[in-house]
């Protein structure tokens, strides 16, 4: 027992006291500095006040969050299928791949805007391109780092692409898919921030833009408010990554065994 405390304590006490520090630090910058950024009291005094609305602000920006996540590593699994069985598919799309990448997402808004309205639709469209190129590349290089000596056996055994493809390709790349899904997380909630700013409408919410009208009225309670929703968003989905990926993972070298 007595092992098993000092090993929580290993785990959680260095982030505890990380925490505590950071927030002694805040509410000293804060005390002067009253104008630029309130004190902790008055941001926990904000999320107690109005509870409802920092929730459904929240769930606003979890489901731009969670669609455009979903539909972006959907597409960029099966793309990266393509582009390992068909070099042509790779030549001709990882280069676009690249520039859309370093292209800034915010010059697509415009336009989305004027195909879709001010609909959720672009904010799903923004969220999926900024989190698109690492689950591509990690999806490619996953695919592709196969043992040899298991793919000759598989040839051996007149095995299909299909069942190369689930029985190898797949397994094989699941440490890169879920190297992708670290990064591709957190960038999704970034994502749909980003896409809240930059395609506001009168009938969207989200935490985003809340922030954004927020800002404009000075009420920086409720800005900082809506900045621990998203902390606590990116926290939460973040660790809930790692948690899937050590047990899918430890029952993946279970089966190994």
Request: charged share 10%; hydrophobic share 55%; aromatic share 10%.
């Amino acid at each position: 027992m007595h092992d098993r405390w000092q090993q929580l304590g290993r785990v959680f006490l260095p982030p505890v006291v990380a925490l505590l520090l950071a927030m002694g630090i805040w509410q000293f910058v804060a005390h002067h500095n009253s104008q630029a950024i309130p004190s902790l009291g008055a941001i926990g005094s904000a999320l107690a006040h109005q509870p409802h609305r920092y929730l459904i602000n929240s769930l606003w920006t979890i489901d731009e969050m969670l669609v455009g996540l979903v539909a972006s590593a959907l597409f960029a699994f099966v793309l990266a299928v393509i582009m390992v069985h068909v070099r042509v598919v790779e030549r001709a799309f990882m280069p676009l791949a690249v520039v859309l990448n370093v292209t800034p997402v915010i010059s697509f808004a415009p336009a989305l805007i004027l195909i879709f309205g001010f609909s959720l639709v672009p904010r799903y469209i923004v969220t999926g391109i900024i989190v698109f190129f690492p689950f591509l590349v990690n999806s490619f290089i996953g695919l592709r780092a196969i043992d040899s000596e298991a793919l000759d056996v598989m040839h051996t055994l007149a095995a299909t692409r299909r069942q190369i493809l689930w029985r190898l390709r797949l397994p094989s790349s699941l440490p890169y898919l879920f190297a992708g899904a670290r990064i591709g997380v957190p960038l999704s909630l970034v994502g749909a921030v980003v896409a809240e700013f930059t395609t506001a409408g009168n009938n969207l919410r989200g935490l985003g833009s809340e922030i954004e009208y927020a800002y404009s009225q000075l009420q920086l309670p409720t800005v900082y408010g809506s900045v621990v929703c998203l902390a606590i968003i990116g926290v939460l989905s973040s660790a809930l990554v790692v948690l899937a990926e050590r047990r899918l993972l430890r029952w993946r070298e279970r089966g190994k065994g």
